[in-house]
């Protein structure tokens, strides 16, 4: 089992509400990314990082944003939540270049 | 044009049937390459990775073709429980997932 964690799991939260979506890795890969994946949809890469206080925007516009300033752990936000971030965002991390990325359970959220 | 291009699918096969997928790539400077299982509302999961020299475990074979840019997966075989998305991931700067071809196996 991969050491990724992600939390909340599951979320429903009304318009305009700031939210943090969390992510947490004990394998201390420098890597970390986070994807967007609606149901039975490709993932799209919105935000990644090659380590601390490095970060950058992937190919999906994004409203979100995201930090690095510890190695294990990188939380993504929403300052104004909408119905159109329902989505599920699954984080993931990575060691050197050759080797495969663990994945987080992810986080379902729904913005009512 | 997208990074990472598969088959879009899906393959409906029986029991013991052999499938392959495909995969293209544009960016030539990409240095490692994956196979990953996706489950019905699952994360996705590392299925095997992909050497230049072609790698095989159990029933699946991966091959690399750099001076294509071209993956391939072929699966022998085939059991019910393979019945999954696929994805084809290549690795550079960052990790980019084609969008999937979804496979499933009928008795």
């Known amino acids: 089992e991969a050491d990724i964690y992600q939390t909340p799991r599951y979320l429903v939260i009304g318009t305009g509400k700031k939210i943090t979506l969390e992510c947490s890795q004990t394998?201390?890969?420098?890597?970390m990314y986070w994807y967007q994946q609606d149901p039975g949809m490709e993932l799209h890469l919105i935000h990644y990082?090659?380590?601390?206080?490095?970060?950058e925007k992937g190919d999906l516009s994004s409203e979100s944003t995201v930090s690095r300033i510890r190695t294990e752990h990188f939380p993504l936000t929403l300052e104004s939540a909408r119905p159109s971030h329902t989505s599920q965002y699954l984080c993931?991390?990575?060691?050197?270049?050759?080797?495969?990325?663990?994945f987080g359970q992810g986080t379902r959220l729904t913005v009512v | 044009r997208k990074e990472v291009e598969q088959d879009p699918g899906p393959f409906n096969v029986p029991e013991g049937a052999t499938v392959a997928f495909n995969c293209t790539y544009s960016?030539?400077?990409?240095?490692?390459f994956f196979w990953y299982r996706q489950d019905c509302r699952k994360e996705p999961k590392l299925l095997m990775s992909v050497y230049s020299s072609g790698n095989e475990d159990g029933r699946f074979t991966a091959q690399l073709n750099r001076a294509s840019q071209y993956i391939s997966l072929l699966i022998r075989d085939s059991k019910l429980s393979d019945s999954a998305t696929y994805l084809c991931?290549?690795?550079?700067?960052?990790?980019?997932f084609g969008a999937g071809t979804r496979l499933t196996v009928k008795p």
């Open positions: 960016n030539s400077a990409s240095q490692s």
């Open positions: 993931a991390s990575s060691g050197r270049i050759s080797t495969e990325a663990f």
């Open positions: 990082s090659y380590g601390v206080n490095s970060t």
């Open positions: 991931v290549v690795n550079w700067r960052d990790m980019r």
């Open positions: 394998m201390g890969h420098d890597k």
